[in-house]
């Protein structure tokens, strides 16, 4: 269902993310993993200082997570993954809204408080949205992992920030 969804439409919609095998709805901070790939990679597996991501033997199986571990929330999954399907999502940020932690290689760099629209998968406008973090680190390769505040029935949809136009 993900390659016929990709092929026909270019990007997976809502329906298909649930295939994902690193779909985890469980509360708190952690990692979705939407990686399509079936090709020789895991840096995901290797920069998780918690284990919490898995590929096992197999390099070319798509990344699972494992439940037993807890995610410490620091990121390196976001800008480690080359492909840039890895997205850091708190569905519990605080009363009714969520955050989307997503690889962010635009410049300049939107500012904590900044202003903007959260867009889809498809890069449909979904809602607003505020940057709350940017962090950077040598580990994350230059791709900046932008955390931005969603109402929290759109974090499984947010993939993307499109910032306010200035003026």
């Known amino acids: 269902p993900l390659s016929k969804s990709l092929l026909e439409k270019g990007y997976i919609g809502s329906a298909e993310a649930s295939f994902f095998p690193a779909m985890n709805t469980a509360g708190g901070v ?3 993993v939407e990686c399509t790939q079936n090709i020789p990679c895991d840096p995901c597996q290797d920069i998780c200082p918690k284990g919490c991501i898995l590929v096992g033997e197999t390099i070319t199986r798509l990344p699972e997570l494992d439940r037993g571990k807890v995610c410490s929330a620091c990121g390196l999954c976001v800008g480690g ?3 840039q399907a890895i997205f850091l999502v708190n569905e519990q940020y605080r009363e009714g809204y969520g955050t989307v932690g997503l690889p962010y290689e635009f410049l300049p760099l939107p500012e904590k408080g900044g202003k ?4 889809d998968r498809s890069g ?3 809602c607003d949205a505020t940057v709350v973090d940017v962090r ?10 932008l ?13 993307f920030f499109r910032a306010k136009e200035r003026g």
């Not at 903007?116 to 867009?119: E, H, P």
């Not at 950077?136 to 791709?143: C, E, L, P």
């Open 30 to 32: 952690h990692p979705v």
């Open 81 to 83: 993954c080359s492909g």
């Open 116 to 119: 903007g629209r959260a867009l």
């Open 124 to 126: 449909a406008e979904i």
């Open 136 to 145: 950077k680190s040598g580990a994350m390769d230059k791709t900046a992992m």
């Open 147 to 159: 955390v931005m505040e969603v109402p929290a029935d759109r974090v499984a949809d947010a993939r």
